[in-house]
């Protein structure tokens, strides 16, 4: 039997391409509609116009992940990408017709449903492994069982033990909910990295952490104002009425998410508050229908200027491995947020990691039976960690707002020192949920101390630059014995 743990586009299209192969596949998942797919919005990224190619989708691609993308999964992603969206369409899912334009992308390329793709999709996907039989299980997997470098299996919170699995696929999403604002959604604590982690598996580039530079929070609701909406004309300003987002980047309001975010989080610093204008956009409701029934609610319209701050959106790292999912351990299978594959260099391209997770999902039955080879470590470091031995118990909470403090959009060495003594004094062992969100807040504030340079996501405030020749590399973590 195939475990697969987690139910988004990863997990669900994986489960259904490998039963389509006739597969024997389990879908473990904390929550059947959890997940940051479910909550998606914009769309994902194929360059299927007649004006555009892989080649211009990868150059894209790479020019974001500002010189940290792995070339061989640009290349492979952006290319699979015409497939995949041609199997979903197979499988009978419908886009609407026109293509949408996002910040970073040099073409209209973004493969929507009207602006809740993933919601559409999560469904249709749950809809399709129901009709054809896929167990879809409630449950939480708590730790994994590995021996001599396999996966055997698997516990769970509601008492499963698996020692059997043929192979086991996490899908589990990534950990951008471990800061306090955040446009993810409660399940995305990191459990599966710290899984794997546990379980002597390399992960890598956590310190990439994007943070989506349009979230509003009105009456305590968090809510992704998304970036197509910039893209179809919305413009930002701040309490003094001037639209100063070309004060940081030629681009404005299309620059990319980083340097948007910073210049927001810098307008704040400057005693500023920021707004979307939404005025500017043609058609508003018929394109926006979730944004605008989300005004309605808090009775607000259009014509409203919205409040926005930047949250944490998006991990880019995860567990190491291949294109085609495999990581250092046999067997155990990484596909979507959860994975690091490289694709997304220091920096995530709008709209690439739904891509991601579907063309690792689909592509899995041409994968699963190959000779294993696992991931390419050789671009980076691979460190050894002991994890200290500190017994205090820390709940979700404090450590959403030690992260927003100390590990957020503007870094720095004395702060992140302090968040690292602090987390040294956390029991980092343990199998629940609030640890493993501790052992990956502490791994990502590591792992950001010591990459002293300024590139992508990662913006360090003491070395303001990027530093090619000591730093255009991966850091990778082992668990030591
Ligand atoms: P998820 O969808 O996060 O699913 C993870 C699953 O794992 C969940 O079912 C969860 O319950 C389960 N799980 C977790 N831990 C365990 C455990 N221990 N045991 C069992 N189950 C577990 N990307 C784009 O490309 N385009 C967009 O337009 C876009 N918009 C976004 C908008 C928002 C608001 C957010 C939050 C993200 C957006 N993203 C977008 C990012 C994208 O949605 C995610 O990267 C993608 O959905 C990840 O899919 P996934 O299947 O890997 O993980």
Sequence with gaps: MIYIIGSGIAGLSAAISLKMSNYPVTVITK??????????????????????????????????????CDVKSVDYFTREALE???????????????LRLEAGHSRRRVHHRMDSTGMFLTNFLLKLATKLGINIVEDRVMALKVRGNVVKGF??????????????????GGYAYLWSYTSNPRDNTGDGVALAF?????????????????VTVIDGESFLLTETL?????????????????????????????????????EYRLGRRVYMDLKPIDNFEIKFPSVNEFLRRHGLTRNDLIPVVPGAHYSIGGVRVNIRGESTIRGLYAIGEVANTGLHGANRLASNSLLEALVMGINMPLHIGED??????????VLNVKLPSGSREM?????????????????????????????????????????????????????????????GSHYRADYPSRDDARFRRRIYFRMMD
Excluded: C
């Excluded at 995949?84 to 026109?98: N, Q, R, S, Y």
């Design 395 to 455: 709940g979700l909470e404090e450590i959403r707002r030690l992260n927003w403090d100390y590990l957020g959009i503007i870094r720095d060495g004395d702060e992140l020192s302090r968040l690292i003594s602090i987390y040294e004094d956390v029991y980092l062992t343990g199998i629940d949920e609030w640890s493993n969100a501790a052992l990956i807040s502490y791994l990502t504030a590591k792992a950001a101390l010591m990459r002293k340079e300024s590139r």
């Design 84 to 98: 995949a969206i041609e199997t979903l369409e197979k499988w009978g899912f419908e886009f609407d017709k026109d």
């Design 198 to 214: 546990r379980a002597g598996a390399v992960v890598g580039d956590l310190e990439f952490v994007q943070f989506h530079p349009t």
């Design 372 to 381: 294993w080879e696992g991931p390419d470590l050789n671009d980076g470091e």
């Design 230 to 266: 910039r893209g179809e004309g919305a413009v930002l300003i701040n309490d003094k009425g001037e639209r100063f987002a070309f004060k940081y980047h030629e681009k404005g309001e299309l620059a990319p998410r980083d340097v948007l975010s910073r210049a927001i989080y810098n």
């Design 31 to 68: 929550r059947v509609q959890g997940g940051s797919s479910y909550e998606s919005r914009g769309g994902i990224a194929a360059a299927t116009a007649p004006n555009d190619s892989p080649e211009l989708h990868a150059q894209d691609t790479i020019a974001v992940g500002d010189g940290l």
């Design 155 to 172: 516990i769970t919170t509601g008492g499963v033990s698996i020692d059997d699995a043929d192979s086991v696929i996490l899908a589990t």
